[in-house]
């Protein structure tokens, strides 16, 4: 493997993390590079929390090697805690501690001290868009300025590998489009992980997904990748006039047809669904079977696999 | 030793953002105030024996008080999982609590300063003795602070952390009691009598700062801050 290659940001290589006898995680081996924006989805439990949480070095694996920039976890955790920002479910924070006092915190501890901590801070609050809650306690704020302070405290001092976890859960539509935005910004120069049970939150972010399910890897790549490794072939959608029964034995005499469904609508209109078992094309041989037997044709329409579809496969059962 | 500060800082302001620090603060004056003046003029002698002997005690429920929050509630909060996870050792974390908790716990026994002034004013103290007394106070106080701090990092409850802390410290202070002892078989009683949270503070107490009393509140800070981080490791071992 190319461990030694120092483009890779993460090199996760069979890790399993057991509970007693439950296995959260199975023998998970994926790399990231670096300046990737990637996608960590799956549907709830199904292990991405406790992969981050062992990441992060909060908790050790069970079996497998983790490389951090070429920096073995347990080795090197203090050096590898430097370069991670994390940002756990739910943004946990001190309720009690206003969001000045508290990024000041988290800034000293990271190493900031005097002007170059308050520089770090206000860049926070400019970055986060906290500039008008700086006095606030953060027991009182919203969910979506919870989440902000969340984020800064992960990215105040600037890390290399940014651990998003479930950053968008709770948000409003506005605020999803908001951190969105932040996260492609930060994504253009930093690697980051972006955690989720929400497809469509990692496709419109992300350059790379991996799909977990049950602790082990279901599909990794990106995402038209994915769209197109997925077993599924295409569906057409036709509008005819004709008679229904030989529309149907026809349509299904074409090579790579899977299924041929016919509803009849009004007007001795009917309306086929034909589904193919591979990818390949076969608009140009419906269109040639409706011209050879003389039906009118007033729609023809190939509807491709969504990511949506990939994902509900792989990770249902 | 930057980050112990911080820490430290963090946590002792903490007591502060709450008002439950300032009621325990007053509650702890006015209760120990009260209990030592009762007896102060029926006694008629210029010292403050009566307010240290019930020191022991007042402590069983203010110590645990002060600790009961301290991991319970980072726990709860689920903050725990980004302070370990932020550049930090597990032992830095652990000392800078326990300071912070020390420092709280000696700002509470500088405010009884009226009692010893007031007694100044009445009679004539032996000044050495009060010094001693309070010396002692902080160490069996802080000896009661670690093991707060360590049952509140075996739970996220924290009025379990209470009940269990009080209930182990008073189980400690008990085993060196003299009716603990006269019960005991005579091979233990050495043992228990030594172990006892009390005694060493008594004997300081009488004035005499013998270094085996500082070495045994020292020692079982020491257990009981190494069982603390321990028990945070303890993560690790599921």
Redesign the interface.
């Known amino acids: 493997m190319s461990t030694t290659n120092n483009s890779i940001m993460l090199d996760v290589q069979n890790l399993s993390k057991h509970f007693g006898d439950v296995k959260a995680v199975t023998d998970l081996t994926f790399q990231i590079k670096k300046g990737e924006v990637f996608g960590f989805l799956g549907p709830n439990g199904a292990g991405k929390t406790t992969t981050m949480r062992i990441v992060t070095c909060f908790i050790p694996a069970t079996n497998g090697e983790i490389k951090i920039d070429g920096l073995d976890i347990l080795e090197h955790s203090l050096e590898i805690r430097k370069k991670i920002g994390y940002l756990p479910e739910n943004a946990p924070l001190y309720n009690d501690m206003q969001v000045n006092e508290y990024l000041a915190f988290v800034g000293g501890l990271r190493g900031f001290k005097g002007a170059a901590l308050t520089k770090a801070v206000d860049a926070m609050y400019q970055v986060c868009g906290l500039t008008k809650m700086t006095k606030r306690q953060i027991g009182k704020l919203s969910k979506g300025y919870r989440q902000r302070v969340g984020l800064a405290q992960a990215m105040i001092h600037n890390p290399e590998l940014l651990i998003l976890d479930e950053p968008m859960s709770g948000l409003d539509p506005n605020q999803i489009i908001e951190i969105r935005e932040l996260v492609k910004k930060i994504g253009e120069e930093k690697t980051v992980i972006y955690c989720s049970h929400i497809l469509s939150e990692v496709s419109a972010t992300c350059s790379r997904i991996l799909i977990i399910n049950n602790g082990k890897l279901v599909a990794t790549g990106t995402p038209d990748e994915l769209t197109a490794k997925s077993s599924a072939g295409n569906f057409y959608q036709l509008k005819v006039k004709g008679e229904a029964d030989a529309v149907k034995a026809r349509f299904s005499e074409i090579s790579d047809v899977k299924e041929a469904q016919i509803n009849e609508l009004s007007d001795s209109w009917l309306a086929a669904k034909i589904s193919t078992e591979s990818k390949s094309d076969i608009g140009e041989d419906l269109f040639r079977c409706v011209v050879n037997n003389g039906w009118t044709l007033a729609e023809l329409r190939r509807e491709e696999t969504s990511l949506e579809d990939v994902f509900t496969q792989l990770t249902r059962g | 030793m930057?980050?112990i500060f911080?820490?430290f800082l963090?946590e002792f302001?903490?007591f502060f953002?709450?008002p439950i620090a300032y009621i325990f603060i007053t509650v702890y004056l006015v209760v120990t105030n009260f209990l030592f003046f009762q007896g102060f003029f029926i006694i008629n002698q210029a010292d403050m024996r009566g307010y240290f002997t019930l020191l022991p005690w007042i402590f069983l429920i203010f110590v645990p008080a002060i600790t009961m929050r301290s991991w319970a509630e980072e726990k709860k909060?689920?903050?725990l999982?980004?302070l370990?996870?932020?550049?930090?050792?597990d032992v830095e974390i652990v000392i800078g609590k326990f300071l912070a908790s020390f420092c709280f716990l000696a700002i509470s026994l500088l405010l009884s300063i009226t009692v010893p002034i007031t007694i100044a004013m009445l009679g004539n103290p032996d000044g050495g003795m009060i010094f001693c007394g309070y010396l002692g106070a902080l160490l069996l106080g802080s000896a009661y602070l670690a093991i707060g701090l360590w049952i509140s990092s075996l739970t996220e409850n924290q009025i379990l952390a209470f009940i269990i802390g009080a209930g182990i410290t008073l189980l400690l202070l008990l085993i060196g009691n003299p009716f603990i002892t006269m019960l005991a078989p005579s091979w233990l009683v050495p043992f228990f009598t030594y172990i006892g949270l009390g005694n060493h503070f008594e004997s300081i107490g009488r004035g005499i700062i013998d270094s085996r009393d500082i070495i045994y509140y020292v020692s079982i800070i020491g257990f009981f801050l190494f069982l603390n981080i321990r028990s945070l490791e303890s993560?690790?071992w599921?």
Request: no cysteine; proline share 4%.
């Open positions: 930057q980050s911080i820490i963090k302001k903490a953002l709450s909060l689920k903050t999982e980004l370990l996870t932020w550049p930090l050792n993560r690790k599921e």
